[in-house]
């Protein structure tokens, strides 16, 4: 088996099992059988379940750090906005199962202490891409702008992931978008950045 490979299976099989009967109550051993993979494997890449679950977190991060450098692949403002929530919204469907059962943990204070340093440093992260990439298109209030347009998006994601059934996800990326346009609007010149 790959390496990788593996990981992954450890991190799908700990994250059914966590979000079905609660991350207290699934055991190491649970996780191997799950996963199919032998307990050596598993305190191969993590030396706790603690460890673990920053793994998890770990992952989520750099998936959301693919996300988040989609800000400089487009040719203007508008592409590089447009490129970057489709990007987000595709990663709030793939990643849906995860990142519910990731804020459900957070919001746990016996996790606080495992969970809280890796989420934090998650979010300095996408501050920093987006004030930096907000800074390089010259947008004024730039890092002011750029935590607007991280709550926005941690509003949509809090409210598909927990508060609605059914919630507009595919309306919302155009009234996401102007949102955004207008934040990025520069009014002296009359235009978008």
Not at 3 to 24: D, H, N, R, V
Not at 26 to 53: C, H, M, P, R
Request: positive net charge; contains cysteine; proline residues 2%.
């Amino acid at each position: 088996m790959r390496p990788q490979k593996g990981k992954q299976k450890i991190f799908t099989a700990a994250m059914t099992l966590f979000e079905s009967q609660g991350y207290f109550a699934t055991t190491v051993e649970q996780i191997t059988t799950e996963a199919g993979v032998s307990k050596g494997l598993v305190y191969n890449y993590f030396k706790s379940k603690d460890e673990l679950l920053v793994g998890l977190i770990d992952d989520a991060t750099d998936k959301m750090a693919s996300v988040a450098k989609t800000f400089d692949s487009g040719d203007s403002m508008e592409e590089s906005l447009l490129l970057f929530v489709d990007n987000y919204f595709s990663f709030l469907r793939n990643e849906r199962q995860f990142l519910k059962l990731q804020l459900t943990l957070a919001l746990m204070p016996e996790l606080n202490e495992v969970v809280s340093k890796p989420q934090k440093q998650r979010s300095a992260l996408l501050l920093k891409m987006v004030h930096g990439w907000f800074s390089r298109a010259k947008v004024a209030e730039s890092k002011s702008k750029a935590r607007l347009l991280l709550a926005m998006l941690d509003g949509i994601a809090l409210h598909y992931l927990f508060i609605y059934d059914r919630y507009p996800l595919t309306s919302m990326k155009s009234q996401l978008m102007q949102a955004a346009k207008d934040l990025c609007y520069n009014a002296n010149a009359g235009e978008l950045l």
